[in-house]
């Protein structure tokens, strides 16, 4: 009740700004402008949490209903890959894919993937330094499908990768980093991808980058 009592009026400062910014309301200079663009990108960080807390809270009351629909992998790849364009090239990292060739379409919860694949990417991009690359890809398995995002950037410590897709976990990184999150993003990817009948793992050491994989059956 919470989180959606937060939702509407967060939303609405954020449409408030976009409509100052596009000056409908008037004339604005450039540092009003730089401003609003502020305002916009926390609105949007704090929707996003609220959007974590949302659905951890239906997971866990059994309620992550699946509308399942054939899916061409290779396009939601792509799709999700265009989106996170500007904020790769923001920090000089390679977005790349890595598709088998003629991957078969496969029976699944569309979104349910694009938000895993948005979670792994983002955090690809936020833990990868300048000049870094990321790859995502997708192959068949045993009849199944895998998908993945592997990433040169800081990797993560033996030590956590145990509890790391438990709830309100964060690596070591992740908590000096100045783009904080929930610790929730990577236990809902975890249930979504259960949920789908499959898993995710992760394999990563320091300094050597991470590579986040899901396995799904194909129907």
């Known amino acids: 009740m919470i989180a959606h009592d937060l939702r509407a009026p967060i939303s609405t400062v954020l449409n408030t700004a976009e409509v100052m910014e596009n000056g409908i309301f008037g004339t604005i200079s450039q540092e009003q402008q730089e401003w609003l663009g502020k305002m916009q990108k926390t609105c949007r960080a704090v929707l996003e949490i609220v959007s974590d807390f949302l659905d951890i809270s239906k997971i866990e009351a059994g309620r992550l209903d699946l509308i399942k629909e054939r899916i ?14 500007p904020m790769a090239t923001v920090k000089n990292i390679a977005l790349t894919s890595q598709v088998e060739p003629n991957l078969p379409d496969i029976v699944a919860d569309a979104r349910r993937l694009e938000q895993v694949l948005a979670n792994l990417i983002s955090n690809a991009i936020k833990f990868t330094g300048a000049g870094g690359t990321i790859e995502v890809g997708a192959g068949r398995l045993n009849g199944d499908v895998r998908f993945w995002v592997k990433d040169s950037g800081e990797g993560i410590a033996a030590d956590e990768l145990a ?27 975890k249930k979504i991808a259960e949920a789908h009948g499959g898993k995710i793992f992760v394999e990563s050491s320091v300094g050597q980058g991470s590579t986040f994989a899901v396995e799904i059956p194909r129907h």
Do not use: P
């Not at 061409?72 to 364009?85: A, C, M, W």
């Open 163 to 189: 509890d790391l897709f438990e709830k309100y976990r964060q690596t070591t990184s992740g908590k000096k980093s100045t783009n904080k999150g929930t610790g929730l993003g990577l236990a809902i990817c």
């Open 72 to 85: 061409d992998l290779y396009k939601l790849i792509q799709g999700s890959l265009e989106s996170y364009v």
